[in-house]
């Protein structure tokens, strides 16, 4: 009974530990995946307004350009929060 608890325990970890961990996003599925991220980090954040904006926006889109995200994400993987820092 114990090597069947501990044997689904490892399954179950090992399952976790593959959604979370970093992977590589390129070509067409990086653009989706991106979007999509970006759409739901959107949709999950408070109303801002012009005020609120520690930087301007022309400065922050600018900050990654998209040469970075295929070397950072597609030639290595990365995390969906690394992913974010380019919405």
């Known amino acids: 009974m114990k090597s069947q608890t ?3 325990l490892s399954i179950l970890s090992l ?3 593959g959604s979370y961990s970093d992977r590589r996003y ?3 599925y990086l ?3 991106v979007a999509f991220e970006c759409q ?3 949709t999950k954040r408070t109303a801002m ?3 609120d904006i520690w ?3 022309r400065t922050a889109r600018s900050a990654r350009s998209k040469r970075e995200i295929v070397e950072e ?3 290595k993987a990365c995390s969906t929060d690394e992913l974010l820092a380019y919405c």
Do not use: F, H, K, S
Request: aromatic share 8%; glycine share 4%.
């Open 6 to 8: 501990v044997l689904c």
């Open 31 to 33: 653009a989706n995946t």
């Open 15 to 17: 399952v976790l530990q």
């Open 55 to 57: 930087i301007p926006q």
């Open 26 to 28: 390129c070509g067409r």
């Open 49 to 51: 307004t012009e005020y």
């Open 73 to 75: 994400c597609c030639y």
């Open 40 to 42: 739901n980090a959107m």
